[in-house]
């Protein structure tokens, strides 16, 4: 039997999981670039349906502040950004991962100016990548909704201890109206269990969090950091068997289409990936052997899994929505460039950016980036990065 | 007593590096840092304990007879005590010159 999904609009869907999940705290900045996510939370806080703090602060510099703190005190915490606010709360956003303060940020992906944008791309994400955050990016609303909930599961996981960004991209998902599924409270209660930090700040039990580090304790602190995000990996995938077990939604951190027979893939991550595989459904028709690689987990990044899923491919056309300036074109492609270099039988890579700044990108856009992204391959014309629908 | 930093391992280190033992920046020795140290000549000097306010190491301690001299454990030389004395009791002298 199918069960009932609800008509709304995804920042709507993704605010009521985070009510669902009993969050304790939600900071925010409420103005451009904002989305309804936490207007939606202040209205459920306001209306009294949300036994929350919702605490509207001067900047998204105190946004993320006001986070750290009520994570350090073991509350469940949740806050939403994008964009400028995201680069404002970049001082603290980091702190709360070296502090390893358990959080969960809806990230809605959009540009940073100049010149002034709040339209879709990657660029803020790409600027935290190395914060030490987990990193998830969803496809869909319904998507958006399940990773929510499932972020709070794995953050607050004693073996993680972890903020997690659930990001989706601005207006293509947040401002969308789409069918979606909820899980009822009672399901949510026994996937999250109650969050209970071990050295959370107590007067009973005193300890000192973001402590002064000289040089002589500086590079320990910084590869425990980099161990934990690591170990967090078999709880992120627990996590999604569990929800997958629930809900019959099932997530990887790589996920494949089609890509059994496949002589070359597309690889997408975020919302691109709906389209991309509908387009080459379209040109599987036409005999085209290609399919689609969709990258769901960000940090930490699953290398294996990718290695795997593109092994004996002979290319792949990576797209990106962001640029790293002067450097070796988008940050997507350059992780997989990494990730594949001195692999045997290593597929080569053909480099699109595309969609900057809410530029649509279209099926017939696919079809011509995958096409014409396989004839480059082929003709070994795979340096740097083609700035997809450029004029001039 | 807290393990010395530089004997530390990364595995040993609580999650997020916090400190759990509370108050061991006591171990810390901040002493070694000086380059100059303050001298207060004992009978000039009017108790007023202006220098133990102004401390920002909080290292000035009041000795039995009333004034006020720095704990040179801690004191990192930074001066202030000598430029806010009142009476100009507190001079700075260079630990080179012994």
Partial sequence: ?392 | MAKPMEQIKWQELEVGAIAVEVGNAREYETGTWRSERPVVNKDQCIKCGVCWIFCPDACIIQAAQGHFEADLTYCKGCGICARECPVGCISMVSEEEG
């Fill in chain 1, 1 to 392: 039997m199918e069960k009932a999904r609800k008509g709304i609009e995804v920042s709507i869907a993704l605010a009521e999981a985070a009510a669902q999940a009993d969050v304790d705290v939600v900071a925010a900045y409420p103005i451009t670039p904002q989305t309804h996510i936490v207007e939606h939370l202040a209205e459920l806080v306001a209306e009294g349906e949300l036994d929350a703090e919702f605490v509207p602060v001067d900047s998204e510099h105190s946004a993320m502040s006001v986070c750290c703190g009520s994570a350090a005190v073991g509350a469940r915490t949740f806050t939403s950004t994008s964009s400028q606010g995201l680069a404002l709360m970049s001082e603290i956003f980091f702190i709360a991962a070296a502090m390893r303060l358990p959080m969960v940020m809806a990230l809605a992906n959009r540009s940073l100016s100049s010149p002034l944008s709040i339209w879709n791309d990657h660029t803020d994400t790409m600027m935290v990548r190395d914060a030490g955050w987990i990193h998830v990016f969803v496809e869909n609303g319904q998507e958006s909704y399940d990773h929510t909930l499932w972020a709070f599961r794995v953050a607050e996981d004693p073996q993680v201890m972890l903020p997690v960004a659930v990001n989706l991209d601005g207006f293509i998902l947040t401002h969308m109206i789409e069918p979606i599924e909820y899980v009822d409270n009672q399901t949510v209660k026994n996937f999250l269990p109650e969050f209970k930090m071990k050295n959370a700040l107590h007067p009973d039990n005193p300890v000192s969090m973001g402590c002064f580090g000289m040089p002589e304790i500086y590079t320990e602190t910084q590869m425990a950091r980099e161990e934990g995000i690591k170990n967090a990996y078999p709880t992120i995938l627990k996590a999604w068997e569990e929800w997958g077990s629930l809900t019959g939604r099932y997530y990887h951190p790589i996920e494949t289409y089609k890509t059994e027979d496949a002589d070359y893939c597309i690889v997408t991550m975020g919302s691109y990936g709906e389209t991309a595989m509908e387009v080459v459904d379209a040109l599987r028709d036409e005999g085209e052997k290609v399919g689609v690689v969709r990258i769901r987990l960000w940090r930490p990044f699953p290398f294996d899994d990718f290695r795997k899923a593109v092994l004996g491919k002979q290319a792949l056309i990576v797209l990106d929505r962001a640029i790293s300036f002067g450097g070796p074109g988008g940050p997507v492609a350059s992780e997989l460039r990494s990730a594949l270099y001195g692999m045997e039988g290593a597929p080569s890579i053909v480099n699109y950016v595309a969609g900057l700044a809410g530029r649509d990108v279209a099926r017939d856009d696919f079809r011509k980036i995958i096409l014409e992204g396989k004839n480059k391959a082929y003709a070994h014309d795979t340096d740097g990065f083609t700035l997809y629908g450029l004029r001039g």
